[in-house]
């Protein structure tokens, strides 16, 4: 039959005792001497009995294994707390001796070890060999469905051995309980489930602060928000800054309130915890976890996919968070897969594991988790398993940050201190920032624009320069780079117009400071668009159709090869069709785009290199209506000013109107005031952006653009939407404020550029067909004048008369006849005439520019014809510019 077996641990330091019992009197010596010498004889395992009580809480059993004596069953309980896997089996002996006559009870109490059974984790690598029953590898094992039966036995073979040659009466009797195990002592279960359930509770609000502030950043790039911003002047340092300030407030509100509810509901974990290592603990997770997510979202482009990492995260922490803070840790920091290596010195550490120490140095939820496990420790309690009473925790405070103790004493020295998840925490947001700044710059925007991944070497560069030849010197050297000679690149273009061609050569030779130089500027897209996920499936059906080919490139040149000028105080107009190309050639001036070759100089300073100057002194109104919703327009205007560091001074304009009239005085101006009465907005200046109509709010970015008096301002399509009377108001403010600066605008409304431009070009796909100012554009392009001849009253129908067939048939020969004699009569007057159009009573004539002393003669033919009543009315124009863009747009498409 199976005894009682020695238990042979593999190292000293984890040594294992079989037994202990207590008290240690004389009659209990006894006893379990007759219970080592029967367990000898039937398993042949010597136990050894060891002679002294011990007393001190951090003995270890001088030999592998044996029987050792304890003080008292507390101690043995106490004992088992400390070194969970130690003791196998305990003995508590009680003896009762009748006050009169009646047998002596003899009780004994076998307390079993279910820490060898269940907590597996606890001391990994620790082996009990399988001949003592129990092997930590075959966790299946159950040492004690044989042991326990046998220890009775054994215990009631001793004691009646004991008791035999007395040959007294005794009454035996036993009981059987556990020992404080891993499922019932503080920081490790039951209790600590509570703490490992709240963990997950705890980093819950920080992982939704977490994801409101990557939907806002995302939101911010979706509505371009952050790139009107930046095309403002705003750095990115600063966008960020703001953004992590922001995240500041909300972790310390956020972690004030965790820590007051906590208090509040009386929760024991925070009321035995030092406040403020709690405020740190959660104000530090939920900033940590901020900035975090704001790392991730310079990986998105869309709404979407920042929700699906901030979904991934959440179910991170939901799985890790407990497992960690229950303390199924302490393999995660230290590397035990050889165990703790013992030398003769004692014990050697072993290696911390370096892969979660790197990852915790960017997730802040792994800190958080290990550090919540630690408090848990120290200020939860523990139901006393004898009497089943509540044992409060001694407490997490301040000094226990750097002076935890490991329930485990072989830990103290290998597990880290609380402290660390502290000093982990400002090393994630530290990384975090940085990564941020720098994955900003480098993950390409929706439009492909990019930094190169080693861009801060050209800022050292930079630095370098400014250094060496001084600011003089570095501007000396951009002026010269700016007006040296740039030749066309490839061959040009069939047909080109003598003006395009002039234009071209003026950029290539320009030598004098000029608005902006633009040379050679191509753009070609590639692909369809950001969107990782889209492209990988575009590529992977391309990949499995039959042809193979890559049928998602698409290879657009929307600019190519653009040479132009423009100068000081001019007011330069992009005319082109739907995809011309006028807006990518804005984005490449202002920096969202990277041109694919070629470069433009904006007062000679690169749009390749030097961008952050270039937009401090640029304004932009973007093609579609960048503005915050719930910002009013003088907001708007603020917060602009702001970003271009305006003096503060230039705001002062009060807003209370009443209280200036109590003073009884006008309210001062200012220039927000004299940009927002300019465009008929001053009275709605205190309306939100979201509540303002289409052209009101094109108005407002329109002036915008103009904060900060920019040197260049580029306005792509301002007056889209707006009723003719505000455009009137618009161009005349752009027409004052071209003074001293260039202003290239692209618009679809000939009449506009006709009314602004002192610049006209016209693009068509992607090139220059023809640029001038607008005489010389319809002199050239345009067919001279034209002549519109409203026929007589008689020969055509009222508007509100309904015809009948046989009036229609009886009109119709008449005035045949009459726009036939009109028809000859212009015909003989000037030869080169064209009849363009004749429908509706309304007969057009074209008039080509050399026929222009024909004129009289003809005006004198129409006057004479009115008075006859021939013609009801007639009127003489030149060619509008959109007939200009209308003829040019045709040609170029007979071409094709
Ligand atoms: N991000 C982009 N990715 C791919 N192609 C683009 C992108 N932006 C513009 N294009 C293409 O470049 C060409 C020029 O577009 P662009 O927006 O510059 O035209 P536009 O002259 O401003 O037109 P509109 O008057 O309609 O604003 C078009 O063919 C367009 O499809």
Redesign the pocket.
């Known amino acids: 039959m199976e005894g009682i077996s020695q238990c042979q641990p593999e190292r000293l330091s984890n040594a294992c005792m079989t037994l202990v019992y207590t008290p240690a009197t004389a009659e209990t010596n006894e006893i379990m001497t007759h219970f080592q010498t029967k367990n000898q004889v039937r398993t042949n395992a010597a136990l050894k009995i060891e002679s002294d009580v011990w007393t001190d809480m951090s003995s270890v059993p001088k030999s592998n294994m044996g029987i050792v004596p304890m003080p008292s069953d507390q101690f043995i309980y106490d004992y088992a707390l400390a070194h969970p896997d130690t003791i196998q089996l305990g003995v508590v002996f009680t003896k009762e001796t009748p006050a009169t006559t009646g047998p002596i009870q003899w009780n004994y109490q076998i307390y079993y070890n279910m820490s060898h059974a269940t907590n597996t984790s606890t001391l990994p690598g620790f082996k009990y060999t399988k001949e003592a029953g129990y092997n930590r590898q075959r966790q299946a094992d159950d040492p004690y469905g044989v042991q326990l039966p046998n220890m009775i036995r054994g215990l009631d073979e001793a004691l009646l051995t004991f008791f035999d040659p007395q040959r007294q009466q005794v009454d035996l009797d036993y009981s059987l309980k556990s020992f404080p195990t891993a499922s019932s002592r503080n920081g490790y279960s039951s209790a600590d489930d509570v703490a490992s359930f709240l963990s997950n509770l705890m980093a819950l609000p920080a992982c939704i602060t977490m994801v409101m502030a990557m939907l806002r950043v995302i939101r911010e790039k979706e509505s371009k928000c952050k790139e009107s911003m930046q095309m403002m002047g705003l750095s990115t340092t600063v966008y960020w800054s703001a953004q992590w300030l922001t995240a500041w407030f909300m972790a310390v509100i956020q972690g004030s309130m965790m820590v007051a509810l906590g208090y509040a509901f009386k929760m024991v974990i925070f009321t035995n915890t030092n406040w403020f290592v709690l405020w740190c603990t959660f104000v530090l997770l939920t900033y940590g976890m901020t900035l975090f997510g704001l790392l991730l979202t310079t990986f998105c482009q869309k709404t979407g996919s920042a929700l699906g990492f901030g979904f991934a995260i959440v179910v991170a922490v939901l799985v890790t968070v407990p497992i960690i803070a229950q303390g199924s840790w302490v393999s995660m920091w230290v590397d035990l897969t050889d165990g703790i290596p013992e030398t003769v010195d004692g014990i050697h550490f072993p290696p911390p594991q370096r892969f979660t120490w790197v990852i915790s140095l960017f997730v802040p939820f792994l800190n958080f988790a290990r550090m919540w496990g630690q408090i848990g420790v120290y200020s939860l309690g523990t139901i006393d398993s004898r009497d089943g009473t509540y044992v409060a925790g001694p407490g997490f405070f301040l000094s226990t940050l750097t002076h935890f103790k490991q329930t485990d004493q072989v830990l103290q020295d290998i597990m880290p201190q609380p402290v660390s998840a502290l000093t982990y925490y400002i090393a994630n947001v530290l990384i975090a920032a940085v990564l941020t700044l720098y994955f900003d710059q480098v993950i390409p925007n ?3 624009h990019s930094r190169s991944v080693f861009f801060f070497f050209g800022s050292i560069a930079n630095l370098y320069r400014r250094i060496r030849y001084g600011s003089d010197g570095v501007i000396r050297k951009k002026s010269e780079d700016a007006h040296r000679i740039i030749p066309y690149e490839g061959q040009p273009l069939e047909n080109e117009d003598s003006d395009v061609v002039a234009e071209r050569e003026r950029a290539v030779h320009c030598q004098s400071e000029v608005a902006i130089r633009i040379s050679n500027l191509s ?1 070609t ?5 950001p969107g990782f996920f889209k492209n990988l499936y575009l590529t992977l059906c391309c990949c499995c159709s039959r042809q193979r080919r890559r049928s998602n490139k ?1 290879v ?4 190519d090869r653009l040479n132009l000028i423009t100068e000081p105080n001019e007011l330069f107009a ?1 005319l ?12 490449m001036l202002y920096g969202v ?1 990277d041109p694919t070759s070629g470069s433009a100089f904006l007062f000679s300073r690169s749009i390749l290199n030097d961008m952050s100057e270039i937009r401090a002194s640029m304004g932009v109104c973007p ?1 579609h209506d960048v503005l915050f919703n719930d910002l009013t327009c003088w907001e708007h205007m603020q917060l602009y000013a702001g970003i271009k560091d305006l003096p503060a001074e230039a705001l002062l304009a009060s807003l209370n109107e009443k209280e200036y009239n109590k003073e009884n005085e006008r309210e001062k101006p200012s220039w927000i005031r004299s940009r927002l009465e300019a465009v008929q907005l001053w009275k709605d200046r205190d309306t939100m952006a979201g509540r303002l109509s289409g052209g009101m709010k094109r108005r407002l970015s329109t002036i915008i653009s103009t904060i900060g008096d920019p040197d260049v301002l580029i306005l ?2 301002p007056t889209t939407g707006m009723d003719p009377v505000h455009r009137r108001h618009v161009w005349t403010f752009l027409a004052q404020f071209k003074r001293g600066r260039s202003i290239l605008l ?1 618009t ?1 409304s000939m009449e506009e550029a006709d009314a602004l431009g002192d610049k006209v070009a016209i ?1 068509v796909s ?1 090139h220059l067909k023809a640029i001038g100012n607008t005489t010389r554009l319809k002199n050239k392009f345009g067919n001279g004048y034209r002549v519109e001849i409203a026929l007589g009253q008689q020969h055509t129908l009222q508007s509100n008369q309904v015809a009948s067939v046989t009036e229609i048939n009886a009109i119709a020969p008449s005035q045949k006849k009459i726009q036939q004699e009109i028809a000859e009569a212009v015909k003989s007057i000037i030869r080169d005439s064209v009849l363009l159009d004749e429908s509706g009573g309304v007969m057009v004539f074209g008039i080509p520019m050399q026929a222009i002393e024909h004129m009289a003669g003809l005006t004198a033919m129409l006057e004479k014809s009115q008075a006859k009543g021939t013609i009801k009315n007639w009127g003489i124009a030149q060619t509008s510019l959109e007939e200009v863009f209308l003829s040019l747009i045709r040609a170029s498409e007979d071409r094709h």
């Open positions: 929706e439009h492909g753009k897209y590639t692909k369809n668009g698409i657009n040149k929307a600019v992009l082109g069709q739907n995809g011309a190309g006028k807006s990518t050639t804005m984005q785009t093609q792509d399509e692209t679809h693009m992607g």
